[in-house]
């Protein structure tokens, strides 16, 4: 599976939008970006994924570049509740196994 | 989202005893699935991956003989730490494969806080 690379850690003010990059150069033509996250203390929680057309949910948007090189989740109006560590993954969509990296650390603030 | 649950949520023990942790998918039946452990300030890391009716997957480094995994219902899995020792102590989270085909989604239990005196 493809390696993915994070920044460590971002700020978001609340009710503003919350833009995590995630870099995936080495992804391959059937390799899904997915997005979870883990609450402190908290099993992690699935976001959204999607393979090269943006994909939006109840929850945030995924947009993929057109190179699928990268890609960037989006929360259109962060709150305190989705402070939290956002993990993107790359992996083929069968059962594969998640390898979580260290992922990005997002602090909402008031 | 699918449901996942796990039992105990924390539990203590004394050291050399063993500990069961359940996994159970509440609203769906999984094929798959995994145990990992998290260590304070780190990562998950898999420790196995479980499929219903056959024998667990273990990666490298984790003892077979010292976490059993027993996956005897399509709704139900569970980890046993034989022996434990302090060094033991972590965070297990189970997940379970929800979809089937070609974009299957993990859902994660809540944890289980293993402390080991």
């Known amino acids: 599976d493809a390696k993915t690379t994070q920044p460590t850690s971002m700020d978001c003010a609340e009710g503003r939008a919350a833009n995590l990059p995630c870099n995936h150069s080495?992804?391959?033509?059937?390799?899904?970006v997915y997005w979870y996250r883990q609450i402190h203390s908290q099993g992690p929680q699935y976001i959204i994924h999607?393979?090269?057309n943006n994909e939006t949910n109840e929850m945030a948007s995924l947009i993929i570049t057109e190179d699928r090189k990268s890609s960037t989740l989006i929360l259109p109006h962060a709150t305190l509740r989705d402070t939290a560590v956002y993990y993107c993954i790359v992996l083929t969509g069968t059962a594969s196994k998640l390898t979580f990296g260290t992922g990005t650390r997002l602090q909402v603030t008031l | 989202g699918a449901v996942v649950s796990q039992h105990p949520s924390r539990v203590i023990c004394k050291s050399g005893t063993s500990v069961k942790i359940e996994c159970r998918s509440l609203?769906?039946?999984?094929?798959?699935m995994f145990w990992y452990r998290q260590f304070p300030k780190q990562s998950l890391m898999l420790m196995a991956t479980s499929n219903e009716g056959s024998k667990a997957t273990y990666e490298q480094g984790v003892e077979k003989d010292k976490f059993l995994i027993n996956h005897a219902s399509l709704t139900l899995s569970t980890l046993t730490v034989t022996s434990a020792h302090p060094e033991d102590s972590s965070f297990y989270i189970c997940?379970?494969?929800f979809g089937g085909g070609v974009q299957e989604i993990q859902y994660f239990g809540p944890g289980t806080r293993l402390l080991v005196l």
């Open positions: 080495t992804i391959s033509g059937n390799e899904y």
């Open positions: 609203d769906f039946q999984a094929t798959t």
């Open positions: 997940s379970a494969s």
């Open positions: 999607g393979l090269k």
